[in-house]
């Protein structure tokens, strides 16, 4: 048999296919330069073995059948229900055949309401020897939107007997409506914050420089809001993960970017431990000089600082406010501070941790936090500052004017031996890590090292780990980008140990992902932005446009089928729109090609520079076409430099799109890409300080000034 990516290219059997197409993990697909691929055996039955299906050889396919049929008759209650405001969906209820029960909803807030059960006869099975029958029940239409209970009354038998009597059921918007604060359209700022340090910095970006780049920009160049990279936190120790796409969790904010200088326990610090902080601010100051951002030592010099704050007495309405966000947060936060404790001691792999303390609900873990009480505590309590601290800057945005305030990104996933994998070992799939296919810019695939949420196990989890991740980001937020929208329809899973291009795409519930979404930011007055780029699917967009989910549309990549380049009036209105983004380098060095160069440095191209630089030189002088075609750009100039950058800024700025975002790398003339794909350590990603046109390291302090003699964002009028 021949051999594809490191797989065995033996092709699946009908069965195989069959049962892999029931559980949503695609069998074939198109790749990036439209060729048809079937995805082989070995891949399907890895995928499938990730899912909790054995499919290891005929008789496995066969069982693994008979399971999916039974598996709903052997349940009362679907584990889960998710519907929109209006829809009135059907409920299969299974009880033993013959046996009596009703159905009523407990709601969110307080109340019941009866279900109303229809006369629609459906033969019943034989399950386990056992007779069962199934009854059909209709949800009303005017349900509240929220997060409700379903609970089935069954003739003779006590609920408590069956925990599958009871389901989550969620009530969400048809539509998530933008804001009434953003009016006709919203312009705004894209930065990494870590890469803009001020000059009371301590060698990243922090909180508190976010808030005075938010005012900056309101004031300045008239911003609704500025979207940042995610501020997801990594490890406690070093050495930390650079990338804010490969978080310990979701859940919880990086201490990395709290402001110690405004943290409320200094102002009542005795003179020693005051002048102590001072001493390693200065420290910390020092370290602004480099042009990368040294993470490890930034979290050397305010670990001391915030462990020395930590110590200091702690009044009665302080301990008030920690105790208020350990109500608030529940479980999530208490478990990540005993992650973050536990890791302190044994480090940040826990796979590599004493057996005993590998599971969260363990007795063993429950003793270390009581020996370890305050170490814990200082954790909670680093929590506290982040909340307080982005609470400020939300709030100082919207007060500055901003219609929206800061925008969030939200990572596709988690690292695989941090704290969400140790804290939610029921809700990923192991065996596998999330990626994507070769494609263009990465031809060779990606992949991500991430575990994806597991469908199934979500799904009997009534999404409530994925609900209480949105809610977080969204507690100080006047939006979320989410980066890879399309993982909420279907994800790349690589099996383990495989190249990328030995991966195959699994579907998700995407009624169910997009409906929570949508409902709290519904409930958050929030919009949210998906990162829809790449090979996408058209109906998906679709969706996500019905859903009232801005999609994302960069310049360079808006091509019609015949490749040519959109013009700004067919943009689509539901959208933010930007010339660049994070993938892709700052404009003026895209446009000198350094992402080809640095490619061919890397040896990540597939085929010969020369072609790579031909076929790029192309795109650019479509686009350039375009330009002028719009009379944004001279028929004589270039699309080169800082005037290539203004006019592509122009063209965007013909759009409909209802948000335009401005890189701040573009505004000050910054060339180095930030991230490129498909590396690790072979490229200083996501490290890389703010520099300006000459190259130099620019502080927050004089990005006003830069700004505004390069003259790149257009005005409203």
């Given at each position: 048999m021949t051999r594809v990516a490191g797989v065995s290219a033996e092709p699946a059997s009908d069965q195989l296919v069959r049962l892999a197409d029931r559980r949503g993990v695609a069998t074939d697909y198109w790749d990036w330069q439209q060729h048809h691929v079937r995805v082989p055996a070995s891949t399907l039955v890895a995928v499938l073995d990730a899912l909790g299906i054995d499919a290891s050889d005929?008789?496995?396919?066969?069982?693994?059948?008979?399971?999916?049929?039974?598996?709903?008759?052997?349940?009362?209650?679907?584990?889960?229900?998710?519907?929109?405001?209006?829809?009135?969906?059907?409920?299969?209820?299974?009880?033993?055949?013959?046996?009596?029960?009703?159905?009523?909803?407990?709601?969110?807030?307080?109340?019941?309401?009866?279900?109303r059960q229809l006369d629609h006869w459906v033969e019943p099975s034989e399950i386990d020897g056992e007779l069962v029958g199934e009854a059909?029940?209709?949800?009303?239409?005017?349900?509240?939107?929220?997060?409700?209970?379903?609970?089935?009354?069954?003739?003779?038998?006590?609920?408590?007997?069956?925990?599958?009597?009871?389901a989550t059921l969620v009530v969400t918007p048809q539509k998530l409506e933008l804001p009434d604060t953003l009016g006709e359209r919203g312009t705004g700022l894209a930065a990494q914050l870590y890469q803009v340090r001020s000059a009371r910095s301590w060698g990243i970006g922090d909180l508190a420089d976010l808030r005075e780049i938010s005012r900056w920009a309101a004031a300045d160049l008239d911003a609704d809001f500025v979207l940042i990279n995610p501020l997801h936190a990594s490890d406690p120790i070093a050495p930390i993960e650079p990338s804010p796409y490969l978080p310990s969790t979701r859940s919880f904010v990086s201490p990395l970017y709290i402001a110690v200088d405004e943290v409320p326990e200094l102002d009542g610090a005795d003179g020693l431990t005051r002048a102590s902080v001072l001493a390693l601010a200065a420290e910390g100051r020092r370290l602004d000089a480099d042009d990368t951002v040294d993470r490890d030592a930034v979290w050397r010099v305010k670990s001391e600082a915030l462990e020395l704050l930590h110590r200091l007495p702690r009044s009665a309405d302080r301990q008030a406010d920690l105790d208020d966000l350990v109500e608030a947060r529940g479980e999530a936060l208490v478990r990540w501070a005993r992650w973050c404790a536990i890791a302190e001691v044994h480090g940040a792999t826990w796979p590599e941790w004493p057996e005993e303390l590998r599971s969260p609900t363990s007795p063993a873990v429950e003793e270390f936090a009581l020996a370890h009480a305050d170490r814990v505590d200082l954790h909670l309590w680093l929590q506290l500052l982040a909340d307080e601290q982005l609470g400020d800057t939300q709030a100082a945005a919207t007060d500055a004017g901003m219609g929206l305030g800061i925008l969030h990104d939200l990572a596709v996933g988690v690292h695989p031996e941090g704290a969400d994998a140790w804290a939610l070992p029921d809700v990923l799939a192991r065996g596998v890590t999330v990626g994507a296919p070769p494609d263009q810019f990465t031809q060779k695939g990606q992949n991500w090292s991430q575990p994806p949420w597991h469908p199934t196990r979500l799904a009997e989890a009534g999404y409530g780990p994925y609900?209480?991740?949105?809610?977080?980001?969204?507690?100080?937020?006047?939006?979320?980008?989410?980066?890879?929208?399309?993982?909420?329809?279907r994800l790349w899973w690589i099996p383990e140990d495989q190249e990328p291009s030995a991966g195959t795409y699994v579907r998700y519930d995407h009624e169910a992902l997009v409906g929570i979404l949508a409902l709290e930011a519904h409930r958050a007055g929030a919009v949210l932005v998906g990162e829809d780029l790449g090979v996408v699917e058209p109906w998906v967009r679709d969706h996500l446009r019905e859903r009232g989910i801005l999609g994302t549309s960069i310049v360079w990549f808006e091509h019609d089928d015949a490749g040519a380049v959109i013009p700004p009036a067919d943009y689509r209105e539901l959208c933010l729109a930007t010339v660049t983004t994070h993938d892709l380098p700052p404009t003026e060095g895209f446009l000198d090609l350094v992402h080809v160069d640095l490619r061919d440095e890397l040896g990540q191209l597939t085929r010969p520079v020369e072609e790579e630089r031909a076929e790029e030189e192309a795109a650019h002088r479509l686009m350039a076409a375009a330009l002028r075609a719009e009379g944004v750009l001279g028929a004589d100039e270039p699309l080169r430099g800082a005037r290539g950058v203004r006019a592509l800024h122009a063209y965007v700025a013909r759009t409909p799109s209802r948000l335009l975002a401005y890189?701040?790398?573009?505004?000050?003339?910054?060339?180095?890409?930030?991230?490129?794909?498909?590396?690790?350590?072979?490229?200083?990603?996501?490290?890389?300080?703010?520099?300006?046109?000459?190259?130099?390291?620019?502080?927050?302090?004089?990005?006003?000034?830069?700004?505004?003699?390069?003259?790149?964002?257009?005005?409203?009028?």
């Open positions: 005929d008789d496995a396919v066969a069982r693994a059948h008979r399971d999916l049929d039974d598996a709903p008759w052997r349940r009362t209650l679907p584990p889960t229900v998710v519907t929109r405001a209006g829809w009135t969906p059907w409920v299969a209820v299974h009880v033993p055949h013959g046996t009596g029960v009703a159905l009523h909803v407990e709601l969110e807030g307080g109340g019941r309401r009866r279900v059909t029940f209709e949800l009303d239409a005017d349900l509240p939107l929220g997060w409700h209970r379903l609970v089935a009354e069954v003739e003779g038998r006590d609920p408590q007997d069956d925990p599958t009597a009871s609900r209480d991740m949105v809610r977080a980001i969204l507690a100080h937020a006047g939006g979320i980008r989410v980066d890879h929208v399309i993982g909420l329809f890189a701040l790398t573009d505004l000050v003339g910054d060339r180095r890409p930030i991230n490129q794909p498909g590396t690790h350590r072979e490229y200083p990603n996501w490290s890389l300080a703010l520099t300006g046109a000459d190259g130099r390291v620019l502080a927050l302090e004089d990005v006003p000034r830069t700004v505004a003699a390069r003259d790149v964002v257009p005005r409203r009028t």
